[in-house]
């Protein structure tokens, strides 16, 4: 089992619709969880970040986590073809080495 | 956010040659690592880079292949070794500042 597993895709949506990206993570006791956004030739940016149970929004950006079922997800409202891209979640866990492991990435197509 | 550089951005290098990748920072930060990104892949991290002492390596990364200097509190390279053509890859340099991780604009490397 990957230590972080995401749909590689692509997932593609309409313009103007919910994109929903999705996460789960192995091991439990993982505390801090992060979303990147990697267009095609650039470095990862980072997007979102979240570290209680629940939903945590930012603008069009929703994360929403929950440990008990070790799942994270994204939600993207009003999809814009500048969405496009790949999204990678990402895990840090346990201890204090500050790493992270990352998922393999779920690219996402909006089409006008 | 942090701002992270990274020299060179792009290099084209022959089998059995190294190369040295640098990296910094605008401001002081404790944690700083390497990843490297194969092409489709997701990110896979090589090692942390710690000031003053060796870096720390990920299973299936060795300090003769990545050579890390961490010199002081803004400034790392990598070195990579004897590169053969399964070295191409994207390599970036990231940062801890704050809670969260930022990634440099990394260095596409092509082996020939």
């Known amino acids: 089992q990957k230590e972080v597993e995401q749909n590689s895709g692509p997932l593609s949506v309409p313009e103007g619709a919910i994109a929903s990206l999705n996460c789960t993570y192995s091991d439990r006791g993982s505390q801090s969880f992060f979303w990147y956004r990697q267009y095609s030739g650039k470095s990862p940016e980072l997007i979102m970040s979240i570290y209680s149970n629940g939903d945590k929004e930012d603008g069009r950006f929703t994360a929403q986590l929950n440990k008990a079922s070790q799942y994270v997800s994204l939600l993207i409202r009003d999809s814009q073809p500048s969405d496009s891209a790949t999204y990678l979640c990402?895990?840090?866990?346990?201890?204090?080495?500050?790493?992270?492991?990352f998922g393999q990435g779920t690219t996402l197509q909006v089409k006008p | 956010s942090a701002v992270i550089s990274q020299k060179p951005s792009r290099d084209i290098c022959q089998r059995g040659t190294s190369l040295t990748i640098q990296c910094q920072v605008d401001?002081?930060?404790?944690?700083m690592f390497w990843y490297r990104q194969q092409p489709g892949q997701s990110l896979t991290l090589i090692a942390t880079a710690n000031q003053g002492s060796e870096a720390t390596y990920e299973s299936g990364f060795v300090i003769d292949k990545f050579p890390i200097s961490r010199p002081n509190l803004t400034f790392s390279t990598l070195t990579v070794s004897n590169m053969s053509p399964e070295d191409s890859s994207i390599y970036l340099c990231?940062?801890?500042?704050?809670?969260?991780?930022?990634f440099g604009p990394g260095t596409r490397l092509t082996v020939t």
């Open positions: 990231s940062v801890v500042h704050g809670y969260e991780q930022y």
């Open positions: 990402a895990v840090k866990p346990p201890g204090n080495t500050g790493k992270l492991i």
């Open positions: 401001s002081q930060v404790t944690m």
